[in-house]
Nanobody
Framework: VQVVESGGGLVQPGGSLRLSCAAS????????MSWYRQAPGKERELVAA????????NYADSMKGRFTISRDNAKNMVYLQMNSLKPEDTAVYYC?????????WGQGILVTVSE
């Protein structure tokens, strides 16, 4: 069972990035997938979550209208499109799913928003 993030990096304020999460080892299409982030010195927080068929999407209030979560069940991929990025979006972003009582996290990918 594995989830692996990619697509992070350095971007200027106002710019965009798309994060990807590749899933393997489980029935991807059956599970809610989530993106979390952890900024330096802060607790990890939920960014967005998407149901197994993409029917319900939840976003943290600070990201509504700027971030879009999506998934491709045929490719076992979940994405996070981030627009109008701000310096306070700088964080390590994690992909996560939960099966039964266990959580599975990726290793995280760093996004830095800076001039």
């Amino acid at each position: 069972v594995q989830v692996v993030e990619s697509g992070g990096g350095l971007v200027q304020p106002g710019g965009s990035l798309r994060l990807s999460c590749a899933a393997s080892g489980f029935t991807f299409s059956s599970y809610v997938m989530s993106w979390y982030r952890q900024a330096p010195g802060k607790e990890r927080e939920l960014v967005a979550a998407i149901t197994s068929i993409g029917g319900t999407i939840n976003y943290a209030d600070s990201m509504k209208g700027r971030f879009t979560i999506s998934r491709d069940n045929a490719k076992n991929m979940v994405y996070l499109q981030m627009n109008s990025l701000k310096p306070e979006d700088t964080a390590v972003y994690y992909c996560k799913f939960q099966r039964g009582g266990r959580e599975y996290w990726g290793q995280g990918i760093l996004v830095t928003v800076s001039e």
